[in-house]
């Protein structure tokens, strides 16, 4: 099998390192890029065209709802997984409508990040 691409996009340093040692657990996972913001997170994918981003709803600058359409128009075939915190199920929502495929709840375990993994590859 051969390795999947992931970025990892969320303002703070401390959830990038938390999302990506969970999901670099599994060998065949490679996390080749992070961004701290929504521009940051078209940037990489423009770059790397990852198979799958974990993308923050809130951060500042842009954020990851603003940052979907051209995040997709960049890379189509990313599967974004929108990572939120609670009380954010309207954003989650829309983000869903948006093209996102995907999400998790901070604070979330290594479980629900692997599901979530499982459940976007998956898809068509």
């Known amino acids: ?8 996009v ?13 999901i670099e657990e599994n060998s065949n996972y490679v996390v080749v890029g992070e961004g701290a913001n929504g ?22 600058e842009m954020d990851g709802i603003m940052a979907i359409k051209e995040i997709l128009n960049a ?3 990313t599967k974004i997984i ?3 915190a609670m009380g954010q199920q309207s954003m989650v929502i829309d983000a869903i409508k948006m093209g996102a495929r995907d999400f998790i709840v901070k604070p979330f375990d290594k479980t629900r ?5 499982e459940n976007v590859l998956k898809m068509k």
């Not at 099998?1 to 990892?8: G, H, N």
């Not at 969320?10 to 969970?22: E, P, S």
Request: glycine content about 0%; cysteine-free; charged content about 25%.
């Open 1 to 8: 099998m051969e390795e999947l691409k992931f970025v990892v």
């Open 10 to 22: 969320d303002d703070a340093v401390f959830m990038r390192t938390l999302i990506k040692r969970m």
């Open 39 to 60: 521009h940051e997170a078209i940037s990489q994918a423009k770059k790397f065209l990852p198979d799958i981003m974990t993308l923050d709803i809130t951060m500042p």
């Open 75 to 77: 890379s189509p075939n």
């Open 82 to 84: 929108m990572v939120s």
């Open 113 to 117: 990040v692997q599901q979530a993994i």
